[in-house]
């Protein structure tokens, strides 16, 4: 995508089971603050949503987020629980170790 921008590809699937599929709209990216803490209201993206398919048992499309860092690690929430997080690192691979 362009500048500090993240888009990533979903699937959502189930049997309603324990309920419908949760709102895609809900994922959030977080990641650490200069301060180096975790903060839910700063270093947090949400996500716009485009979902190709849509029915009471699945959910595919794309989400997008703005604002997110170049670089550094950040944590991908999807929804609103139940899934485990995505830890990506984000920019250039740091490719010193491999030098030394």
Same mark, same amino acid.
């Given at each position: &995508?362009? /500048?500090?921008?993240?888009?990533?590809?979903? #699937?959502?699937?189930?049997?309603?089971?324990?309920? /419908?599929?949760?709102? %895609?709209? #809900?994922? =959030?990216? =977080?990641? +650490?603050?200069?301060?180096?803490?975790?903060?839910?209201?700063? *270093?947090?993206?949400?996500? $716009? @949503?485009?979902?190709? @398919?849509?029915? +009471? $048992? $699945?959910?595919?499309?794309? &989400?997008?987020?703005?604002? =997110? /860092?170049?670089?550094? $690690? =950040?944590?991908?929430?999807? @929804?609103?629980?139940?899934?485990?997080?995505?830890? &990506?690192?984000? *920019? /250039?691979?740091?490719?010193?170790? %491999?030098?030394?």
């Amino acid at each position: &995508m362009g /500048p500090a921008e993240l888009e990533l590809d979903f #699937a959502a699937h189930g049997d309603n089971s324990l309920g /419908p599929l949760q709102k %895609a709209e #809900a994922s =959030v990216l =977080v990641w +650490e603050s200069e301060a180096g803490a975790t903060d839910l209201y700063h *270093g947090t993206a949400w996500c $716009r @949503v485009n979902c190709t @398919v849509e029915t +009471e $048992r $699945r959910k595919e499309g794309t &989400m997008t987020f703005s604002n =997110v /860092p170049t670089s550094g $690690r =950040v944590s991908f929430i999807f @929804v609103e629980g139940g899934y485990s997080h995505l830890i &990506m690192t984000l *920019g /250039p691979e740091d490719d010193s170790e %491999a030098k030394a």
